[in-house]
């Protein structure tokens, strides 16, 4: 998860549970979730400002989206 966060140039504070900066609020899953929403909301906001105007890339990244969130849902059951 922090290398996905890396990767696009943003750093996770360290706050889980037992981290150097423990916030104190929720469990490891708790983070996870609102990280995996963060991450989402960022990545989409990207993908639309990069693809603005150019509707069949936008579709293309759509399509490449879906296959792969099958691949997950099989790696996931
Ligand atoms: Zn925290």
């Known amino acids: 998860m ?5 990767a696009l140039g943003l750093t996770l504070p360290a706050c889980l549970p ?4 423990d916030c104190g609020h929720g469990d490891a899953r708790d983070h996870y979730a609102s990280y995996l929403g963060a ?16 509707s069949d890339a936008l579709d293309e990244v ?4 879906a296959r792969h969130r099958a691949i997950m849902d099989d790696v996931l059951g």
């Open 18 to 21: 037992g981290e150097p900066e």
């Open 39 to 54: 991450l989402q909301g960022h990545v989409e906001s990207l993908i639309e400002a990069s693809f603005a105007g150019d």
């Open 2 to 6: 922090r290398e996905a966060f890396a």
């Open 62 to 65: 759509y399509r490449a989206r």
